[in-house]
């Protein structure tokens, strides 16, 4: 049987070309049924308060780097939505006295924008290097920073990045989830040439690395709902990604949600279809059923409810 046509972009894939019964689950399940998915592999938390949710993901910045020395040079992949986190970790480091030179500790900006087909500099004002600079390691003090060689973004030599997880330990790799199901910019891929009548096998998008990417439209949506107050023309349409390729060679792939990136609908259907193991590349976050080590972190009152409200 054919396939449905997405309901969101018609030239593309994503999660709306599922199975009705996968979509109908995913909206039946309670806040109760969510801590309940968690399996060997996938942990499922959920964190009562603002404060210890973005506390905790904070402290997984603190806890990759102190593992960190420099015969065993260790570190953190991170995502620009949520940010919460950022300033947290430079206080923590900062009263800790975590002295990240000294650990060789290393971080990873997980993507970063394309415009004309360059990377955007730390000029732009939609530019993750530049929130992870001015949120997190600019506040950190000068004689615990991090070191400028140690922080990897994939915004000059791509191949270049991905090398960097071969001699380098990425103890986490955190994450936010996208309206349209993605970690990163591991978006739902076209619907043309070999994929028109299906999505690329969990095996073919496995195999993606660090890589240029052409946006969903409703990932530009997203964006310029998050971070541009709508502006839609502002946000480009291209981007660099970290890839599955380099996900897999994380320990851990840790996933937030704070539920203002993606909707109770959203959150559920990821998580469901990671804990039965529903692998389908027209939910990208759904491949992470695969990594050995995967945790969910959800803030309570983001959970809400998949129920008809009129506003």
Request: aromatic fraction near 8%; proline fraction near 8%; glycine fraction near 8%.
């Amino acid at each position: 049987m054919a396939r449905p046509i997405s309901k969101l972009a018609e030239g593309w894939w994503d999660y709306t070309t599922l199975d009705s019964e996968i979509l109908n689950d995913a909206a039946r399940l309670t806040a109760t049924d969510l801590e309940q998915l968690s399996r060997p592999g996938f942990a499922v938390k959920v964190y009562d308060t603002v404060q210890e949710f973005y506390s905790a993901q904070a402290l997984e910045y603190i806890d990759a780097w102190r593992q960190s020395t420099p015969d065993n040079p260790a570190g953190i992949c991170g995502p620009i939505g949520p940010t919460e986190q950022l300033p947290i970790v430079a206080l923590m480091v900062n009263a800790l006295g975590l002295d990240l030179k000294k650990h060789e500790a290393h971080f990873w900006g997980m993507d970063e924008w394309l415009v004309d087909g360059k990377p955007v500099d730390v000029t732009h004002p939609l530019s993750f290097a530049r929130c992870d600079n001015e949120l997190c390691f600019d506040r950190i003090r000068p004689e615990f920073a991090l070191p400028e060689a140690n922080k990897h973004f994939p915004s000059g030599d791509l191949e270049a990045y991905s090398a960097s997880y071969d001699s380098v330990r990425c103890v986490v790799m955190q994450g936010g989830q996208g309206e349209i199901k993605h970690w990163a910019f591991n978006d739902p891929l076209p619907r043309t040439g070999a994929y028109q009548d299906a999505p690329p096998s969990p095996a073919e998008y496995r195999k993606l690395g660090t890589r240029i990417v052409k946006l969903h439209p409703v990932t530009i949506v997203q964006n310029a709902r998050t971070s541009g107050g709508g502006n839609v023309s502002l946000v480009p349409t291209h981007a660099c990604t970290v890839g599955p390729t380099e996900t897999w060679k994380a320990d851990k792939v840790s996933i937030w949600h704070p539920g203002h990136h993606d909707n109770p609908f959203g959150i559920r259907l990821s998580a469901l279809m990671i804990s039965k193991g529903l692998v389908d590349a027209s939910v990208p976050m759904s491949l992470l059923a695969g990594h050995p080590n995967v945790q969910f972190s959800y803030l309570r009152s983001g959970i809400g409810s998949v129920a008809v409200e009129m506003h």
